[in-house]
Structure formats: C-alpha cells, structure tokens
C-alpha cells in the first residue's frame, strides 16, 4: 500500500509517500523558521497561509520524487491533530479533497502517534510493547505501547512542555528563534559544575512533568549573572553557555528519573523517545546510559524525522488504512486530541 502522508500540524510543511512494501519512496519538507524569526515564536495566521502555498507544489515534488502519480497512490494521510486549528485545516481539506479526486481513501491522523511510530522508520524498529516519551515543543508525555493505538498515558507536563521550557530560556538568554537547539549548541561549550538548576517533580512520587519553575529558576540566574537579552556589554558567552548547559542537564536528567520510573512500572525493557527534543544529543545519550543500565533497549528516529515531517505521518496512516480500509468523506481537524481515545488496531 502506497500511502501520501500530510503534516500541517504547526510551522512545517511536511510530505512523504510511504509504501508498507519497498519503506519510504520519498520527502519534502519546507520550514517556516524565517518567516516566524521576526515575530520570536509562530504567528498561528502566517502558518496557516504559507501552508496554503506549500502544500500542494510539495505533493507535486513528492510525487515526482517517487515517479508516480497521483491516481497510483493507495491512501492519503493527513495530520488532524493535535496542532493549529489553521493550519490542521488546511492538510485536512487538501488531503480530504485530493482523496476525493483520485478516488482513494483518506485517514486522520493522530500527530502525536506519528512522533510515537516515527522510529518504525529505520532499519530496527521497537518491538511492542515500550514505554515511549513523547517530547517536544508543545508535549511531553510517558505512554503505556502496548500496540498501535493501545497508549496509555502515564504522565504528562501539567504546565510548559520540555520544549517549549527550551525555547523560552532561550528566549531569555537572547538567543534567535528557534532557541532550543541554539540553546543546545551553546551548552555544549558550557561548565557543568558552575550553576546547578532543581530537577522538578522528581523529589515526589507519580510521573508528570512540570518544567515552568525550572525555566523561572534560570531566569532569576539570567538576571543575577547579567547575561540575558539586551543586556548588552555585560553578556558573558561564557556565562550564558553554563547557564545553558546547566538548563539542559536540569532537564535531561528529569527525563531520565521519570523514564527510570515509567520502565519499572510498567515492567517494560523497551524505551521509545520521539518528537522534537529527542534529537538532543544529551539526552540521547544519557537514556542509552540508562537502558544499558537496565538491560533494555532504547529506540528514536534519525535527527530529520524526530521534528514534524511528513514521513510519520504517511506510515502511521499506512498502518491504519491497511487495518481500517476506506473512512467516512468528512474532513476532521482536532486541535485538541487525546492519544488515549485512539482506537486500537487489531494483530
């Protein structure tokens, strides 16, 4: 089954064919970071217009990438939430309507359970069931795989994601849109030993995330140390790289305690980490630490496949159209969507 995937979730136009078959046959991905640098974070009304004049010149390049046309595809994918209601719509209506043209089926997909398959892409995939961590710019939650569509969720971040904490220390220390691989970067050149941040939520039992107080304790740092933005001759690269890295290890070591305690609850030997934040270095190597620890596995996608992209989304609706067959002709968009409500599908 070939499958065209769509993702407009947020500030990337992402398009994959994806063949249950031969694996991924081809991809395009268009970023709007310079159109949202000026504003220092996505503006929800330019997304969704640039979405509208990405989109189907993408499919096109996709299209002929994998030498097929459009009649020759077996489904399309689009992404239907969670994300901008905007720009949902506008993979929504496109993919809905193409499906309507060639004569095809169309499924909605789940953005989140794309990151979560997103490592079935590569040459070893997870096996069910795993413990994943879902961490990006808008979610951070541990979740229960025991197949597709069977997720239960066991925490999850009651204010900022661990991205979004990322983005916005950033922000504070004047780093350009997007801050959190910038602020990644920097880190790399920091001291580990000069400034220590709290790991929240990890002196308690239970497995949900809160990382606004810890981007609040960087910030009363930022302040005392003189080196946030706009402070002008008083930055001191060197002072805003330990701060940086002292923010990243503050975070990734939260991760890894709540990993820790999610794998023992569940009794799982298999650790899934998908999304935008999983492409950090440090974490990825501090949860291949710990799953050599345990004895388990740990499993993530390459670097380009970790951000929206269309890919995931092609593979996702992929499995779900060969399980489900053809769906209703409606056009759905859910900016708010629980992975829970997902239906399973069956062995």
């Known amino acids: ?121 590569e040459e070893t995939p997870p096996q069910f069931p795993f413990v994943a961590l879902l961490v990006s710019g808008g979610h951070t939650q541990l979740v229960a795989v025991e197949a597709i569509g069977k997720y239960r969720i066991l925490g999850e971040s009651i204010d900022d994601a661990a991205g979004e904490a990322f983005d916005k220390t950033a922000k504070l220390l004047g780093l350009d849109y997007p801050g959190g691989p910038r602020l990644a970067a920097m880190a790399e050149k920091g001291n580990p030993d000069r400034f220590s941040f709290p790991r929240p939520m990890t002196d308690r039992p239970g497995l949900d995330f809160s990382f606004s107080g810890l981007k609040t304790a960087a910030a009363n740092v930022i302040r005392g140390a003189g080196s946030g933005a706009g402070s002008g001759e008083g930055d001191d690269e060197q002072t805003q790289a330990d701060i940086a890295r002292a923010f990243e290890d503050a975070v990734v070591d939260t991760l890894a305690i709540k990993c820790r305690r999610a794998l023992k609850e569940t009794g799982f030997k298999r650790l899934v980490m998908a999304g935008g934040v999983s492409a950090n270095k440090r974490l990825r190597a501090k949860l291949e630490e710990l799953m050599t620890g345990l004895k388990g596995e740990v499993f993530y996608a390459r670097p380009e496949f970790c951000t929206d992209n269309g890919a995931m989304i092609a593979l996702a609706g992929a499995l779900r159209l060969e399980a489900e067959g053809s769906l209703e002709l409606s056009v759905k968009a859910q900016p708010r969507w629980s992975l829970e409500s997902l239906a399973p599908i069956a062995p």
């Open 1 to 121: 089954m070939r499958v065209l995937g769509i993702e407009t979730s947020c500030d990337e136009t992402g398009i994959a064919i994806f063949d249950t078959e031969k694996g991924l046959l081809a991809h395009r991905l268009y970023s709007q970071v310079k159109l949202h640098a000026d504003y220092g974070g996505v503006v929800p009304e330019l997304a969704s217009r640039d979405h509208v004049r990405k989109t189907l010149p993408l499919i096109k390049e996709t299209l002929q990438e994998a030498g097929l046309k459009g009649e020759e595809l077996d489904g399309i994918a689009y992404t239907a939430g969670p994300g901008l209601v905007g720009a949902l719509l506008v993979g929504a209506t496109i993919g809905r309507s193409l499906a309507y043209g060639w004569q095809i089926p169309a499924v909605a997909v789940h953005h989140m359970e794309g990151h979560l398959l997103a490592p079935m892409l």
